[in-house]
Protein backbone atom coordinates (compact mmCIF):
# COMPACT_ATOMS: atom_id res chain seq x y z
CA UNK A 1 0.00 0.00 0.00
CA UNK A 2 1.17 3.34 -0.95
CA UNK A 3 1.31 5.55 2.49
CA UNK A 4 -0.08 8.92 2.98
CA UNK A 5 2.90 9.82 4.59
CA UNK A 6 5.41 11.20 1.94
CA UNK A 7 5.13 14.31 3.99
CA UNK A 8 7.23 12.64 6.29
CA UNK A 9 9.39 9.60 4.75
CA UNK A 10 9.88 10.25 0.78
CA UNK A 11 11.11 6.67 -0.03
CA UNK A 12 13.36 9.38 2.38
CA UNK A 13 15.57 6.18 3.39
CA UNK A 14 15.91 4.25 0.26
CA UNK A 15 19.66 5.97 -0.42
CA UNK A 16 20.80 3.89 2.69
CA UNK A 17 20.45 0.69 0.84
CA UNK A 18 22.75 1.94 -2.50
CA UNK A 19 25.71 -0.21 -2.91
CA UNK A 20 28.13 3.02 -2.96
CA UNK A 21 26.45 4.42 0.02
CA UNK A 22 29.57 4.47 2.02
CA UNK A 23 31.46 6.81 -1.35
CA UNK A 24 30.48 10.22 -0.23
CA UNK A 25 31.87 9.72 2.60
CA UNK A 26 35.52 8.99 1.56
CA UNK A 27 36.40 11.94 -1.25
CA UNK A 28 38.78 9.61 -3.09
CA UNK A 29 38.21 11.62 -6.53
CA UNK A 30 38.20 9.35 -9.70
CA UNK A 31 35.90 10.07 -12.58
CA UNK A 32 33.96 7.04 -11.71
CA UNK A 33 33.63 7.97 -8.27
CA UNK A 34 31.74 11.05 -9.96
CA UNK A 35 29.87 8.77 -12.02
CA UNK A 36 28.79 6.65 -9.18
CA UNK A 37 28.24 8.90 -6.97
CA UNK A 38 25.42 10.52 -9.27
CA UNK A 39 23.73 7.42 -9.66
CA UNK A 40 22.71 7.01 -6.13
CA UNK A 41 21.28 10.28 -6.50
CA UNK A 42 19.47 8.63 -9.77
CA UNK A 43 18.61 6.04 -7.26
CA UNK A 44 17.42 7.89 -4.82
CA UNK A 45 15.37 10.17 -4.56
CA UNK A 46 16.66 12.76 -7.01
CA UNK A 47 13.91 12.91 -9.76
CA UNK A 48 11.04 12.20 -7.40
CA UNK A 49 11.56 14.29 -4.79
CA UNK A 50 12.81 17.20 -5.91
CA UNK A 51 12.10 19.69 -3.35
CA UNK A 52 13.24 17.54 -0.14
CA UNK A 53 15.69 16.75 -1.30
CA UNK A 54 17.32 20.37 -1.32
CA UNK A 55 17.16 20.38 2.30
CA UNK A 56 18.61 16.91 2.95
CA UNK A 57 21.91 16.82 4.90
CA UNK A 58 22.96 14.19 2.19
CA UNK A 59 21.97 16.83 -0.86
CA UNK A 60 24.63 18.96 0.02
CA UNK A 61 26.98 16.03 1.16
CA UNK A 62 27.04 14.72 -2.33
CA UNK A 63 27.10 17.94 -3.86
CA UNK A 64 30.03 18.75 -2.30
CA UNK A 65 32.33 15.52 -2.84
CA UNK A 66 31.29 15.82 -6.44
CA UNK A 67 32.05 19.44 -6.79
CA UNK A 68 29.92 19.30 -9.05
CA UNK A 69 26.40 21.68 -9.34
CA UNK A 70 23.42 19.77 -8.47
CA UNK A 71 21.90 20.71 -11.70
CA UNK A 72 24.68 19.15 -14.31
CA UNK A 73 23.66 15.77 -12.21
CA UNK A 74 19.99 16.17 -12.94
CA UNK A 75 20.53 17.04 -16.93
CA UNK A 76 22.70 13.62 -17.74
CA UNK A 77 20.09 11.76 -16.36
CA UNK A 78 16.83 11.22 -18.28
CA UNK A 79 14.01 8.93 -18.84
CA UNK A 80 13.88 6.63 -22.01
CA UNK A 81 11.17 7.38 -24.26
CA UNK A 82 8.85 4.07 -24.58
CA UNK A 83 9.22 2.39 -27.85
CA UNK A 84 7.37 -0.25 -29.32
CA UNK A 85 9.65 -2.86 -28.26
CA UNK A 86 8.83 -3.45 -24.52
CA UNK A 87 11.08 -3.61 -21.62
CA UNK A 88 12.77 -0.72 -22.22
CA UNK A 89 14.91 0.62 -19.13
CA UNK A 90 13.32 3.61 -16.81
CA UNK A 91 16.15 5.80 -16.93
CA UNK A 92 19.33 6.08 -18.57
CA UNK A 93 22.61 7.77 -17.76
CA UNK A 94 24.20 9.72 -20.48
CA UNK A 95 27.93 8.82 -20.43
CA UNK A 96 29.07 11.59 -22.53
CA UNK A 97 27.68 14.35 -20.15
CA UNK A 98 29.26 13.13 -17.39
CA UNK A 99 32.86 12.02 -18.13
CA UNK A 100 35.57 14.22 -17.74
CA UNK A 101 36.79 13.14 -21.42
CA UNK A 102 34.02 13.87 -23.34
CA UNK A 103 35.37 15.68 -25.90
CA UNK A 104 34.13 15.33 -29.24
CA UNK A 105 36.65 13.32 -30.30
CA UNK A 106 35.93 11.12 -28.30
CA UNK A 107 34.72 8.19 -29.99
CA UNK A 108 31.58 6.68 -29.32
CA UNK A 109 33.02 3.21 -29.40
CA UNK A 110 35.10 4.51 -26.01
CA UNK A 111 31.68 5.72 -24.33
CA UNK A 112 29.98 2.31 -25.35
CA UNK A 113 32.92 1.01 -23.69
CA UNK A 114 32.50 2.96 -20.58
CA UNK A 115 29.22 2.54 -20.18
CA UNK A 116 29.64 -0.85 -19.98
CA UNK A 117 32.06 -1.21 -17.32
CA UNK A 118 30.34 1.49 -15.30
CA UNK A 119 27.46 -1.20 -15.46
CA UNK A 120 29.84 -4.01 -14.45
CA UNK A 121 30.74 -2.38 -11.55
CA UNK A 122 27.40 -1.19 -10.18
CA UNK A 123 24.69 -3.27 -7.89
CA UNK A 124 21.04 -3.25 -7.88
CA UNK A 125 19.34 -2.45 -4.85
CA UNK A 126 16.21 -1.58 -2.86
CA UNK A 127 15.45 0.72 -5.76
CA UNK A 128 16.94 -0.29 -9.13
CA UNK A 129 16.54 -3.76 -10.02
CA UNK A 130 18.56 -4.16 -13.63
CA UNK A 131 21.41 -2.09 -14.76
CA UNK A 132 22.67 -2.63 -18.12
CA UNK A 133 24.73 -0.86 -20.84
CA UNK A 134 23.01 0.66 -23.83
CA UNK A 135 25.17 3.12 -26.53
CA UNK A 136 26.73 5.42 -24.64
CA UNK A 137 24.41 5.19 -21.88
CA UNK A 138 23.82 3.11 -18.77
CA UNK A 139 20.09 1.99 -18.32
CA UNK A 140 18.32 1.76 -15.17
CA UNK A 141 15.09 0.00 -14.42
CA UNK A 142 13.13 0.50 -11.04
CA UNK A 143 11.15 -1.88 -9.17
CA UNK A 144 7.95 -1.73 -10.88
CA UNK A 145 6.22 -1.00 -7.62
CA UNK A 146 8.27 1.36 -6.38
CA UNK A 147 8.08 2.73 -10.30
CA UNK A 148 4.01 2.65 -9.87
CA UNK A 149 3.84 4.09 -5.83
CA UNK A 150 6.69 7.24 -7.40
CA UNK A 151 4.88 8.09 -10.34
CA UNK A 152 1.50 7.66 -9.74
CA UNK A 153 1.87 9.73 -6.20
CA UNK A 154 3.61 12.68 -7.80
CA UNK A 155 1.02 13.05 -10.72
CA UNK A 156 -1.82 13.03 -8.59
CA UNK A 157 -0.28 14.88 -5.37
CA UNK A 158 1.63 17.74 -7.72
CA UNK A 159 -1.83 17.67 -9.93
CA UNK A 160 -1.40 20.66 -12.72
CA UNK A 161 1.59 21.69 -11.65
CA UNK A 162 3.15 18.06 -11.93
CA UNK A 163 5.88 18.40 -14.17
CA UNK A 164 6.80 22.16 -14.13
CA UNK A 165 7.55 21.41 -10.27
CA UNK A 166 10.60 19.04 -11.28
CA UNK A 167 13.87 20.13 -10.56
CA UNK A 168 14.91 20.59 -14.12
CA UNK A 169 13.79 24.22 -13.48
CA UNK A 170 15.06 24.84 -10.26
CA UNK A 171 17.56 26.67 -11.78
CA UNK A 172 15.78 28.78 -14.05
CA UNK A 173 15.02 32.26 -12.73
CA UNK A 174 11.95 33.59 -12.80
CA UNK A 175 11.70 36.32 -15.02
CA UNK A 176 8.88 38.79 -16.57
CA UNK A 177 7.92 38.56 -20.11
CA UNK A 178 6.31 40.93 -22.26
CA UNK A 179 4.70 38.80 -25.10
CA UNK A 180 3.64 40.78 -28.07
CA UNK A 181 1.33 38.21 -30.60
CA UNK A 182 -1.81 38.59 -32.70
CA UNK A 183 -1.34 42.27 -33.58
CA UNK A 184 -4.48 42.40 -36.38
CA UNK A 185 -5.22 45.95 -38.48
CA UNK A 186 -8.13 47.51 -38.03
CA UNK A 187 -10.37 47.53 -41.14
CA UNK A 188 -8.07 44.85 -42.61
CA UNK A 189 -7.93 41.12 -43.12
CA UNK A 190 -7.29 38.82 -40.10
CA UNK A 191 -5.10 36.56 -42.49
CA UNK A 192 -4.38 32.67 -41.34
CA UNK A 193 -0.46 34.66 -40.15
CA UNK A 194 -2.93 36.57 -37.50
CA UNK A 195 -4.49 33.29 -35.72
CA UNK A 196 -0.71 31.58 -35.77
CA UNK A 197 0.49 34.69 -34.21
CA UNK A 198 -2.58 34.14 -31.69
CA UNK A 199 -2.20 30.86 -30.76
CA UNK A 200 1.58 30.37 -30.58
CA UNK A 201 1.83 33.46 -28.40
CA UNK A 202 -0.84 31.77 -26.18
CA UNK A 203 1.24 28.80 -25.97
CA UNK A 204 4.47 30.56 -25.17
CA UNK A 205 2.43 33.10 -22.62
CA UNK A 206 0.65 29.80 -21.00
CA UNK A 207 4.20 27.71 -20.96
CA UNK A 208 5.84 30.84 -19.01
CA UNK A 209 2.79 31.27 -16.77
CA UNK A 210 2.69 27.92 -15.49
CA UNK A 211 6.42 28.01 -15.07
CA UNK A 212 6.35 30.74 -13.05
CA UNK A 213 6.89 33.41 -14.83
CA UNK A 214 5.22 36.58 -15.47
CA UNK A 215 3.99 37.41 -18.18
CA UNK A 216 2.34 40.59 -19.88
CA UNK A 217 -0.08 39.99 -23.22
CA UNK A 218 0.28 42.39 -25.67
CA UNK A 219 -2.02 43.24 -28.55
CA UNK A 220 -0.15 45.78 -30.82
CA UNK A 221 -2.85 46.50 -33.35
CA UNK A 222 -2.20 47.92 -36.68
CA UNK A 223 -4.06 50.94 -35.68
CA UNK A 224 -2.08 54.34 -37.52
CA UNK A 225 -1.20 54.87 -40.80
CA UNK A 226 -1.99 56.61 -44.19
CA UNK A 227 -4.55 53.45 -44.54
CA UNK A 228 -7.24 55.55 -42.04
CA UNK A 229 -6.57 58.60 -44.24
CA UNK A 230 -9.03 56.45 -46.86
CA UNK A 231 -10.66 54.56 -44.11
CA UNK A 232 -12.12 57.92 -42.79
CA UNK A 233 -13.03 59.10 -46.45
CA UNK A 234 -14.74 56.08 -47.03
CA UNK A 235 -16.40 56.17 -43.61
CA UNK A 236 -18.02 59.38 -44.32
CA UNK A 237 -18.86 58.09 -48.09
CA UNK A 238 -20.12 54.85 -47.52
CA UNK A 239 -20.28 54.13 -43.64
CA UNK A 240 -23.21 53.65 -41.25
CA UNK A 241 -22.91 54.05 -37.20
CA UNK A 242 -24.94 51.26 -36.77
CA UNK A 243 -23.22 48.86 -38.27
CA UNK A 244 -20.37 50.01 -36.96
CA UNK A 245 -21.65 49.57 -33.69
CA UNK A 246 -22.97 46.10 -34.67
CA UNK A 247 -20.06 44.38 -36.63
CA UNK A 248 -17.35 46.64 -36.79
CA UNK A 249 -14.88 44.20 -38.47
CA UNK A 250 -17.12 43.78 -41.19
CA UNK A 251 -17.69 47.38 -41.57
CA UNK A 252 -14.84 49.08 -41.89
CA UNK A 253 -13.72 45.74 -43.91
CA UNK A 254 -16.56 46.59 -46.66
CA UNK A 255 -16.18 50.65 -46.23
CA UNK A 256 -11.90 49.94 -46.69
CA UNK A 257 -12.25 47.60 -50.00
CA UNK A 258 -15.28 50.51 -51.30
CA UNK A 259 -12.96 53.42 -51.13
CA UNK A 260 -10.01 51.23 -52.16
CA UNK A 261 -11.69 51.34 -55.65
CA UNK A 262 -12.14 54.96 -55.59
CA UNK A 263 -8.91 55.86 -54.51
CA UNK A 264 -7.54 55.94 -57.98
CA UNK A 265 -9.60 59.24 -57.97
CA UNK A 266 -7.31 62.63 -57.71
CA UNK A 267 -10.11 63.92 -55.23
CA UNK A 268 -10.71 60.89 -52.91
CA UNK A 269 -6.23 60.75 -52.18
CA UNK A 270 -6.75 64.34 -51.71
CA UNK A 271 -9.20 64.18 -49.05
CA UNK A 272 -7.71 60.87 -47.56
CA UNK A 273 -4.46 62.67 -47.23
CA UNK A 274 -6.84 65.58 -45.67
CA UNK A 275 -8.49 63.38 -42.62
CA UNK A 276 -4.91 61.74 -42.06
CA UNK A 277 -3.21 64.77 -41.59
CA UNK A 278 -5.96 66.21 -39.34
CA UNK A 279 -5.79 63.26 -37.54
CA UNK A 280 -1.86 63.27 -37.02
CA UNK A 281 -2.87 66.85 -35.59
CA UNK A 282 -5.11 66.06 -33.10
CA UNK A 283 -8.18 67.01 -34.76
CA UNK A 284 -11.20 66.16 -32.13
CA UNK A 285 -13.69 65.66 -34.73
CA UNK A 286 -11.67 63.71 -36.59
CA UNK A 287 -9.96 62.28 -33.55
CA UNK A 288 -13.11 61.00 -32.37
CA UNK A 289 -14.07 58.99 -35.15
CA UNK A 290 -10.86 57.12 -35.30
CA UNK A 291 -11.38 56.59 -31.93
CA UNK A 292 -14.62 54.74 -32.28
CA UNK A 293 -13.10 52.50 -34.86
CA UNK A 294 -10.49 51.29 -32.44
CA UNK A 295 -12.89 50.39 -29.87
CA UNK A 296 -15.75 48.87 -31.62
CA UNK A 297 -12.84 46.74 -33.22
CA UNK A 298 -11.30 45.96 -30.15
CA UNK A 299 -14.52 45.07 -28.33
CA UNK A 300 -14.96 42.68 -30.64
CA UNK A 301 -11.85 41.39 -30.90
CA UNK A 302 -12.29 40.92 -27.01
CA UNK A 303 -15.63 38.74 -27.58
CA UNK A 304 -13.75 36.65 -30.70
CA UNK A 305 -10.54 35.76 -28.50
CA UNK A 306 -12.88 34.59 -25.70
CA UNK A 307 -14.09 31.93 -27.63
CA UNK A 308 -10.66 31.28 -28.49
CA UNK A 309 -9.32 30.92 -24.82
CA UNK A 310 -7.35 33.96 -25.52
CA UNK A 311 -6.95 37.69 -23.09
CA UNK A 312 -4.79 40.32 -23.47
CA UNK A 313 -3.27 42.48 -20.73
CA UNK A 314 -2.91 45.82 -22.44
CA UNK A 315 -4.28 46.54 -26.45
CA UNK A 316 -1.61 48.60 -27.42
CA UNK A 317 -0.83 49.58 -31.08
CA UNK A 318 0.98 52.06 -33.94
CA UNK A 319 -1.44 54.94 -32.66
CA UNK A 320 0.47 55.08 -29.23
CA UNK A 321 3.74 56.07 -31.13
CA UNK A 322 2.62 58.89 -32.70
CA UNK A 323 4.87 61.54 -30.88
CA UNK A 324 7.17 59.07 -29.27
CA UNK A 325 8.68 58.03 -32.37
CA UNK A 326 9.71 61.93 -33.05
CA UNK A 327 11.45 61.78 -29.92
CA UNK A 328 13.30 58.38 -30.98
CA UNK A 329 14.19 60.37 -34.61
CA UNK A 330 15.72 62.96 -32.20
CA UNK A 331 17.49 60.20 -29.92
CA UNK A 332 18.91 58.59 -33.03
CA UNK A 333 19.98 62.25 -34.45
CA UNK A 334 21.53 63.00 -30.98
CA UNK A 335 23.36 59.63 -31.65
CA UNK A 336 24.91 61.00 -35.08
CA UNK A 337 22.78 57.60 -36.09
CA UNK A 338 20.48 59.36 -38.56
CA UNK A 339 21.86 60.25 -42.08
CA UNK A 340 19.93 61.97 -44.68
CA UNK A 341 19.46 60.30 -48.20
CA UNK A 342 19.42 63.36 -51.22
CA UNK A 343 15.56 62.38 -51.77
CA UNK A 344 15.39 63.20 -47.59
CA UNK A 345 14.44 60.29 -46.00
CA UNK A 346 16.27 59.45 -42.69
CA UNK A 347 18.14 56.15 -42.67
CA UNK A 348 20.35 54.09 -40.27
CA UNK A 349 23.40 52.76 -41.27
CA UNK A 350 23.39 48.40 -39.83
CA UNK A 351 26.63 47.55 -41.65
CA UNK A 352 29.37 46.52 -39.82
CA UNK A 353 32.03 48.65 -42.02
CA UNK A 354 29.88 51.53 -42.40
CA UNK A 355 29.18 51.60 -45.64
CA UNK A 356 25.68 51.29 -45.93
CA UNK A 357 25.77 47.98 -47.16
CA UNK A 358 22.86 47.33 -44.94
CA UNK A 359 20.39 49.96 -43.35
CA UNK A 360 17.13 50.70 -42.18
CA UNK A 361 14.70 53.75 -43.31
CA UNK A 362 13.20 55.06 -40.47
CA UNK A 363 11.70 58.36 -41.69
CA UNK A 364 9.94 59.50 -44.77
CA UNK A 365 11.17 62.61 -46.21
CA UNK A 366 8.22 64.81 -44.78
CA UNK A 367 9.54 63.14 -41.35
CA UNK A 368 6.68 61.50 -40.89
CA UNK A 369 7.60 57.95 -38.64
CA UNK A 370 7.62 54.13 -40.28
CA UNK A 371 6.37 50.86 -38.86
CA UNK A 372 10.49 50.31 -37.51
CA UNK A 373 10.13 53.48 -35.77
CA UNK A 374 6.95 53.18 -34.02
CA UNK A 375 7.95 49.55 -33.05
CA UNK A 376 11.63 51.40 -31.54
CA UNK A 377 9.44 53.51 -29.58
CA UNK A 378 6.95 51.00 -28.18
CA UNK A 379 10.03 48.61 -26.95
CA UNK A 380 11.36 51.67 -25.02
CA UNK A 381 8.42 52.57 -23.99
CA UNK A 382 7.63 49.01 -22.87
CA UNK A 383 10.90 48.64 -20.80
CA UNK A 384 10.47 52.19 -18.94
CA UNK A 385 6.72 50.76 -18.28
CA UNK A 386 7.25 46.84 -17.65
CA UNK A 387 10.98 46.50 -17.19
CA UNK A 388 10.66 43.43 -18.03
CA UNK A 389 13.77 40.48 -18.65
CA UNK A 390 12.59 39.06 -22.08
CA UNK A 391 10.24 40.56 -24.69
CA UNK A 392 8.87 37.95 -27.49
CA UNK A 393 7.54 39.08 -30.45
CA UNK A 394 5.29 36.28 -32.58
CA UNK A 395 4.82 37.08 -36.59
CA UNK A 396 5.15 35.55 -39.47
CA UNK A 397 8.61 34.85 -41.08
CA UNK A 398 8.10 37.33 -43.71
CA UNK A 399 8.95 39.89 -40.67
CA UNK A 400 12.05 39.00 -39.61
CA UNK A 401 14.47 41.18 -41.70
CA UNK A 402 12.75 44.21 -39.68
CA UNK A 403 13.21 42.51 -36.36
CA UNK A 404 16.74 41.91 -37.00
CA UNK A 405 16.95 45.70 -37.58
CA UNK A 406 14.40 46.94 -34.75
CA UNK A 407 17.27 44.86 -32.47
CA UNK A 408 20.03 46.13 -34.42
CA UNK A 409 19.12 49.85 -33.73
CA UNK A 410 18.22 49.75 -30.00
CA UNK A 411 21.56 47.96 -29.89
CA UNK A 412 22.89 51.08 -31.75
CA UNK A 413 21.19 53.22 -29.69
CA UNK A 414 22.92 51.77 -26.50
CA UNK A 415 20.08 49.80 -25.24
CA UNK A 416 21.50 46.51 -24.14
CA UNK A 417 18.25 44.89 -23.34
CA UNK A 418 18.13 44.68 -26.84
CA UNK A 419 19.61 41.38 -26.79
CA UNK A 420 16.76 40.13 -24.42
CA UNK A 421 14.41 40.63 -27.40
CA UNK A 422 13.39 37.72 -29.67
CA UNK A 423 11.22 37.46 -32.89
CA UNK A 424 9.42 34.24 -32.91
CA UNK A 425 8.91 33.17 -36.29
CA UNK A 426 6.58 30.70 -37.93
CA UNK A 427 5.79 29.19 -41.38
CA UNK A 428 3.38 30.36 -43.94
CA UNK A 429 -0.06 28.71 -44.06
CA UNK A 430 -1.40 27.45 -47.32
CA UNK A 431 -4.87 26.81 -48.50
CA UNK A 432 -7.38 27.67 -45.49
CA UNK A 433 -10.72 28.59 -47.34
CA UNK A 434 -13.93 28.78 -45.61
CA UNK A 435 -17.15 27.32 -47.48
CA UNK A 436 -17.71 31.08 -47.82
CA UNK A 437 -14.58 31.54 -49.49
CA UNK A 438 -11.50 32.91 -48.53
CA UNK A 439 -10.71 34.01 -45.00
CA UNK A 440 -10.98 37.33 -43.79
CA UNK A 441 -12.61 37.43 -40.25
CA UNK A 442 -11.02 35.41 -37.15
CA UNK A 443 -15.17 34.32 -36.65
CA UNK A 444 -14.57 32.22 -40.37
CA UNK A 445 -12.28 30.52 -38.84
CA UNK A 446 -14.22 29.43 -35.53
CA UNK A 447 -17.47 29.26 -37.01
CA UNK A 448 -16.08 26.98 -40.34
CA UNK A 449 -14.68 24.89 -37.53
CA UNK A 450 -17.64 24.35 -35.34
CA UNK A 451 -19.72 23.35 -38.02
CA UNK A 452 -17.83 20.86 -39.13
CA UNK A 453 -17.00 19.26 -36.38
CA UNK A 454 -20.56 19.15 -35.40
CA UNK A 455 -21.73 16.94 -39.01
CA UNK A 456 -18.61 15.08 -38.09
CA UNK A 457 -20.26 14.21 -34.36
CA UNK A 458 -23.30 13.78 -36.03
CA UNK A 459 -22.25 11.59 -38.20
CA UNK A 460 -20.19 9.39 -35.83
CA UNK A 461 -21.14 6.25 -34.16
CA UNK A 462 -19.61 6.98 -31.13
CA UNK A 463 -20.97 10.13 -29.85
CA UNK A 464 -22.26 10.65 -27.07
CA UNK A 465 -25.15 12.52 -26.10
CA UNK A 466 -23.70 15.84 -25.07
CA UNK A 467 -25.34 18.28 -22.87
CA UNK A 468 -24.10 21.51 -25.35
CA UNK A 469 -23.17 19.97 -28.98
CA UNK A 470 -22.22 23.25 -30.13
CA UNK A 471 -20.22 23.95 -27.28
CA UNK A 472 -17.83 20.82 -27.49
CA UNK A 473 -18.13 20.74 -31.50
CA UNK A 474 -16.12 24.56 -30.77
CA UNK A 475 -13.93 22.99 -27.85
CA UNK A 476 -12.77 19.99 -30.29
CA UNK A 477 -13.14 21.49 -33.26
CA UNK A 478 -10.27 24.10 -32.17
CA UNK A 479 -8.30 20.95 -30.74
CA UNK A 480 -8.05 20.03 -34.06
CA UNK A 481 -6.62 23.48 -35.82
CA UNK A 482 -3.77 23.90 -33.20
CA UNK A 483 -3.00 20.36 -32.98
CA UNK A 484 -1.99 20.79 -36.98
CA UNK A 485 -0.79 23.62 -36.61
CA UNK A 486 1.52 22.96 -33.81
CA UNK A 487 2.76 19.52 -34.56
CA UNK A 488 5.55 20.35 -36.97
CA UNK A 489 8.07 23.42 -36.25
CA UNK A 490 6.77 26.12 -36.14
CA UNK A 491 9.42 27.41 -39.21
CA UNK A 492 8.08 24.86 -41.60
CA UNK A 493 5.06 25.96 -43.91
CA UNK A 494 2.38 23.56 -44.32
CA UNK A 495 -0.90 22.76 -46.33
CA UNK A 496 -3.81 23.37 -44.21
CA UNK A 497 -6.24 20.67 -44.56
CA UNK A 498 -9.93 20.60 -42.87
CA UNK A 499 -9.87 16.69 -43.35
CA UNK A 500 -6.72 16.02 -42.53
CA UNK A 501 -6.76 18.39 -38.91
CA UNK A 502 -10.53 16.75 -37.97
CA UNK A 503 -10.18 13.03 -38.92
CA UNK A 504 -10.70 11.19 -35.53
CA UNK A 505 -8.34 8.57 -35.36
CA UNK A 506 -4.46 9.75 -36.15
CA UNK A 507 -2.32 12.21 -34.62
CA UNK A 508 -5.19 15.25 -34.49
CA UNK A 509 -6.75 17.20 -31.70
CA UNK A 510 -9.64 15.09 -31.99
CA UNK A 511 -7.82 12.41 -30.47
CA UNK A 512 -6.76 14.36 -27.69
CA UNK A 513 -10.05 15.16 -26.90
CA UNK A 514 -11.63 11.80 -27.84
CA UNK A 515 -9.36 10.09 -25.34
CA UNK A 516 -9.75 12.79 -22.62
CA UNK A 517 -13.38 12.59 -22.63
CA UNK A 518 -12.92 8.64 -22.72
CA UNK A 519 -10.82 8.68 -19.60
CA UNK A 520 -13.10 11.40 -17.82
CA UNK A 521 -16.48 9.11 -18.62
CA UNK A 522 -14.17 6.22 -16.05
CA UNK A 523 -13.55 8.44 -13.63
CA UNK A 524 -17.49 9.35 -13.75
CA UNK A 525 -18.56 6.07 -13.79
CA UNK A 526 -16.09 4.48 -11.23
CA UNK A 527 -15.69 7.51 -8.89
CA UNK A 528 -11.86 9.23 -8.07
CA UNK A 529 -9.42 7.13 -5.92
CA UNK A 530 -8.09 7.93 -3.40
CA UNK A 531 -4.17 6.85 -4.04
CA UNK A 532 -3.84 6.21 0.21
CA UNK A 533 -6.28 3.27 -0.19
CA UNK A 534 -5.17 1.51 -3.20
CA UNK A 535 -2.31 -1.21 -4.05
CA UNK A 536 -0.78 0.31 -7.11
CA UNK A 537 1.88 -2.90 -6.93
CA UNK A 538 -0.61 -5.12 -9.19
CA UNK A 539 -0.12 -2.57 -12.24
CA UNK A 540 2.69 -4.85 -13.42
CA UNK A 541 1.38 -5.36 -17.32
CA UNK A 542 3.59 -3.89 -20.03
CA UNK A 543 0.79 -1.73 -21.02
CA UNK A 544 0.67 -0.17 -17.25
CA UNK A 545 4.28 0.07 -17.13
CA UNK A 546 4.82 1.61 -20.92
CA UNK A 547 1.98 4.62 -19.29
CA UNK A 548 3.89 5.22 -16.18
CA UNK A 549 7.43 5.56 -18.09
CA UNK A 550 6.09 7.89 -20.17
CA UNK A 551 4.38 10.08 -17.37
CA UNK A 552 7.68 9.86 -16.30
CA UNK A 553 9.18 12.03 -18.68
CA UNK A 554 6.83 14.68 -18.56
CA UNK A 555 9.26 17.46 -17.10
CA UNK A 556 11.93 16.60 -19.57
CA UNK A 557 9.43 17.50 -22.54
CA UNK A 558 8.44 20.92 -20.87
CA UNK A 559 11.63 21.78 -20.62
CA UNK A 560 12.64 21.25 -23.90
CA UNK A 561 9.55 23.11 -25.66
CA UNK A 562 10.42 26.29 -22.24
CA UNK A 563 14.24 26.31 -24.40
CA UNK A 564 13.24 26.47 -28.00
CA UNK A 565 9.35 27.84 -27.45
CA UNK A 566 8.27 25.37 -29.80
CA UNK A 567 5.41 23.68 -29.18
CA UNK A 568 5.86 19.87 -30.88
CA UNK A 569 7.42 18.49 -28.56
CA UNK A 570 4.66 18.78 -26.09
CA UNK A 571 2.16 17.64 -29.09
CA UNK A 572 4.10 14.80 -30.05
CA UNK A 573 4.13 13.84 -25.84
CA UNK A 574 0.35 13.93 -25.97
CA UNK A 575 -0.49 11.87 -28.69
CA UNK A 576 2.01 9.32 -27.53
CA UNK A 577 0.27 9.38 -24.18
CA UNK A 578 -2.90 9.09 -25.26
CA UNK A 579 -2.03 6.13 -27.77
CA UNK A 580 -0.69 4.45 -24.49
CA UNK A 581 -3.77 5.48 -22.86
CA UNK A 582 -5.98 4.01 -25.63
CA UNK A 583 -4.08 0.20 -25.54
CA UNK A 584 -4.10 0.26 -22.10
CA UNK A 585 -8.18 0.96 -21.76
CA UNK A 586 -8.42 -1.36 -24.06
CA UNK A 587 -6.10 -4.22 -22.38
CA UNK A 588 -6.81 -2.93 -18.48
CA UNK A 589 -10.43 -3.04 -18.05
CA UNK A 590 -11.98 -1.74 -15.08
CA UNK A 591 -15.48 -3.02 -15.40
CA UNK A 592 -15.34 -6.38 -14.11
CA UNK A 593 -11.80 -6.47 -12.71
CA UNK A 594 -11.03 -7.40 -8.86
CA UNK A 595 -12.09 -4.45 -7.05
CA UNK A 596 -8.04 -4.27 -6.34
CA UNK A 597 -6.93 -4.29 -9.47
CA UNK A 598 -9.63 -2.14 -10.93
CA UNK A 599 -8.83 0.86 -7.88
CA UNK A 600 -4.98 0.38 -9.32
CA UNK A 601 -6.04 1.06 -13.03
CA UNK A 602 -8.66 3.82 -12.20
CA UNK A 603 -5.46 5.40 -10.36
CA UNK A 604 -3.40 4.88 -13.60
CA UNK A 605 -5.69 6.21 -15.92
CA UNK A 606 -6.77 9.10 -13.88
CA UNK A 607 -3.31 9.90 -13.26
CA UNK A 608 -2.63 9.65 -17.52
CA UNK A 609 -5.95 11.92 -17.91
CA UNK A 610 -4.31 14.89 -15.37
CA UNK A 611 -1.40 14.81 -17.44
CA UNK A 612 -3.18 14.80 -20.88
CA UNK A 613 -5.34 17.59 -19.46
CA UNK A 614 -2.35 19.72 -17.87
CA UNK A 615 -0.31 19.25 -21.44
CA UNK A 616 -3.47 20.35 -23.69
CA UNK A 617 -4.08 23.52 -21.20
CA UNK A 618 -0.53 24.55 -22.00
CA UNK A 619 -1.25 24.52 -25.65
CA UNK A 620 -4.40 26.51 -25.34
CA UNK A 621 -6.84 23.91 -25.63
CA UNK A 622 -9.83 23.60 -23.70
CA UNK A 623 -10.09 19.44 -22.62
CA UNK A 624 -13.95 18.18 -23.18
CA UNK A 625 -15.35 15.61 -20.51
CA UNK A 626 -17.85 14.39 -23.03
CA UNK A 627 -18.35 14.01 -26.91
N1 LIG B 1 0.09 44.46 -37.43
C1 LIG B 1 1.22 43.78 -38.00
C2 LIG B 1 0.78 42.94 -39.20
O1 LIG B 1 -0.36 42.62 -39.32
C3 LIG B 1 1.92 42.89 -37.04
C4 LIG B 1 2.57 43.59 -35.89
C5 LIG B 1 3.73 42.86 -35.35
N2 LIG B 1 4.32 43.48 -34.22
C6 LIG B 1 5.16 44.50 -34.22
N3 LIG B 1 5.58 44.97 -33.09
N4 LIG B 1 5.60 45.01 -35.33
O2 LIG B 1 1.60 42.60 -40.02
Not at 188 to 217: D, M, P, Y
Not at 317 to 326: H, I, P
Not at 431 to 456: A, H, P, Y
Not at 541 to 566: G, K, M, W
Request: proline share 3%.
Amino acid sequence: MVSASSEQQPYGDAFRYFPFYHVYQQPSKTSWTKIVIMLQILNTLERFHYKKLRYSPIYAALSKVLDLPPENLIKSISAVPVSKKRHVADFQLSIASVTEDSSSDCLAQDLNLQAQKLAERLKCDAVVSEISAGPGTVNFTIHRELLAKIVLQQVLKDGSEYGVKSELFSTVPRQKAVIEFSSPNIAKKFHIGHLRSTIVGNFIANLKVALGHEVIRINYLGDWGMQFGLLGVGFQRFGNKDKLKSSPLQHLFEVYVQINKAAEDENTKKLAKDFFRKLEEHDEQTLSLWKQFRDFTIEEYIRIYKRLGVHFDEYSGESFYQEKSQEVLKMLEDKGLLQKTITGTGIVDLSEKKDLSSFSTVMRSDGTSLYITRDLAAAIDRMNKHSWDTMIYVTDKSQSNHFQHLFQILKLMGYDWAERCQHVSFGLVQGMKTRRGEVIFLEDVLNEVRSRMLQNMASAKTTKETEDPMETAEKVGLAALIIQDFRGLLSSDYQFSWDRALQSRGDTGVFLQYTHARLHSLERMHGNEHLTDVNVACLQEPDAISVLQHLLRYDEVLYRSSQDLQPKHIVSYLLTLSHLAAVAHKTLPVKGSAPELAQARLCLFQAARSVLANGMKLLGITPVTQM
